[in-house]
């Protein structure tokens, strides 16, 4: 069973970076889409960032122009580089990787807190 490891979440005054990094247990074949999802206290989880597997990059209105997503196909690894960071980016975030045909594996979840 492949898991997810999630790293770089943490503590940080607005303005301030952050990156998460996502890497998988054992190398995973055929990977489609990477991304990163977020889930506030009492809010629904939702996407933050995407990357295919060319490189093609799609964000949530909220995060453009201060977040950057990023892969390595080689490692299968994704990362994602937040910058400008506000209370309301304040959330658990959660690594995603499918895979053909139909496989979707999530990570545990990593703490971001930005506090004002």
């Known amino acids: 069973q492949v898991q997810l490891v999630e790293s770089g979440g943490g503590l940080v005054q607005a303005g301030g970076s952050l990156r998460l990094s996502c890497e998988p247990s054992?190398?995973?074949?055929?990977?489609?889409?990477m991304g990163w999802y977020r889930q506030a206290p009492g809010k629904q989880r939702e996407l933050v960032a995407s990357?295919?597997?060319?490189?093609?990059?799609n964000y949530a209105d909220s995060v453009k122009g201060r977040f950057t997503i990023s892969r390595d196909n080689s490692k299968s690894t994704v990362s994602l580089q937040m910058n400008s960071l506000k209370p309301e980016d304040t959330a658990v975030y959660y690594c995603?990787?499918?895979?053909?045909?139909?496989?979707?594996?999530w990570g545990q979840g990593t703490q971001v807190t930005v506090s004002s």
């Open positions: 054992r190398s995973i074949f055929s990977i489609n889409t």
């Open positions: 995603n990787v499918m895979s053909w045909p139909s496989n979707d594996y």
């Open positions: 990357i295919s597997r060319g490189g093609s990059t």
